[in-house]
Nanobody
């Protein structure tokens, strides 16, 4: 059974940094793409970043490009999202997800974690 477990969220001030982690288990993810999405109150869940596990290629939403970095640790089967220069508009529940191929489309992801809250105060 596939499990994705996020951690690392919290309350920070604008300009601070956080690193989210997504621990994956239950299958081999080497052929998968991993994504981070976020959902703010009253808004649709939106794409943040994706990483192809096999070659480490990445793709980011324009709103986070240059501030966020997605990476992986093969030995730990874990994907990270390093978030720098956080803004109040980054406040959301952040979700980790796995898909058969790299995509920004939410409906292409088959597996989802439970989410972790990130709150950025001004």
């Amino acid at each position: 059974q596939v499990q994705l477990v996020e951690s690392g969220g919290g309350l920070v001030q604008a300009g601070d940094s956080l690193r989210l982690a997504c621990a994956a288990s239950g299958r081999t993810f080497s052929s998968y793409a991993m994504g981070w999405f976020r959902q703010a109150p009253g808004k649709e869940r939106e794409f943040v970043a994706t990483l192809t596990w096999s070659d480490g290629s990445t793709y980011y939403a324009d709103s986070v490009k240059g501030r966020f970095t997605i990476s992986r640790d093969n030995a730990k089967n874990t994907v990270y999202l390093r978030m720098n220069s956080l803004k109040p508009e980054d406040t959301a529940v952040y979700y980790c997800a796995a898909a058969g191929r790299s995509s920004w489309r939410r409906n292409e992801y088959d597996y989802w974690g439970q989410g972790t809250q990130v709150t950025v105060s001004s």
